[in-house]
């Protein structure tokens, strides 16, 4: 069974700081990884995906890596603002289709002013 | 225009009641899921349709009845719902395996659902 863990649970950081969230996932057999933001009681917003055949995608501020063979992704966030406080979750997807998406339980970011 | 609208915001109901939740997209997205997420955890998948057909029912009780009347609404009724059943429903859609593009889904803000 698809085990996917986020550390930290939580971070607090001053503004402009860059960070790094981390994720971790037992089956490498995954079809992509996605990288979600949810604001409290909102719906997910999908920030990046990577195919399993990737190395990493980039969007603005925001950077993520996947290493399928180690079952690892990180999140980069450059120059972190008090607009980025939020949970990201990172799922990943299984199934010919990849519609299986397995989550974790997500890191909780405030940037604080 | 990525957007995934669920109908009603929040819903309150009785443990005899039945109410529906809707969810509906217009990018022409040919998979459409269905999510219930308790507070402070992540989403855990309920339903996947597939070109309007189901594909995935992740042992959900039959008190959960989906339906996808056509490619681009997707609705759940509830009936004889328990109270630890309140959650957050959320909908998304995505291409779909077919597409020959990335599976991205797209989430609703989703319907904060109480029973009582």
């Known amino acids: 069974k698809q085990e996917v863990t986020q550390i930290p649970a939580a971070l607090s950081v001053p503004e402009g700081e860059n960070l790094v969230l981390n994720c971790s996932f037992t089956?490498?057999?995954?079809?992509?990884l996605q990288w979600f933001r949810q604001d409290p009681g909102k719906g997910l917003t999908s920030l990046l995906l990577?195919?399993?055949?990737?190395r990493e995608q980039t969007s603005g501020r925001l950077n993520a890596s996947l290493d399928k063979s180690s079952g690892r992704s990180t999140l980069y966030i450059a120059a972190s603002q008090p607009g980025d406080s939020a949970t990201y979750l990172c799922?990943?997807?299984?199934?010919?289709?990849?519609?299986?998406?397995?989550f974790g339980e997500g890191t909780q970011l405030t940037v604080n002013p | 225009d990525t957007e995934v609208t669920q109908t009603p915001k929040h819903l309150v109901m009785g443990m005899t009641n039945k109410k529906s939740l809707k969810c509906e997209q217009h990018?022409?997205?040919?998979?459409m899921y269905w999510y219930k997420q308790k507070a402070k955890k992540p989403p855990e998948l309920m339903f996947v349709?597939?070109?309007?057909?189901?594909?995935i029912n992740e042992s959900v009780p039959s008190r959960f009845s989906p339906e996808c009347p056509n490619s681009s609404l997707l609705n759940l009724h509830l009936h004889a719902l328990q109270p630890e059943d309140s959650a957050l429903y959320l909908c998304?859609?995505?291409?779909?395996?077919?597409?020959?593009?990335?599976?991205?889904?797209?989430f609703g803000a989703g319907t904060r659902l109480s029973v009582l």
């Open positions: 349709y597939s070109y309007e057909k189901l594909s």
């Open positions: 998304a859609s995505s291409h779909g395996y077919y597409s020959g593009v990335k599976n991205i889904q797209y």
């Open positions: 089956d490498s057999a995954i079809y992509n």
């Open positions: 990018m022409g997205h040919r998979a």
């Open positions: 990577i195919q399993s055949s990737q």
């Open positions: 799922a990943v997807s299984r199934g010919a289709s990849g519609s299986r998406l397995t």
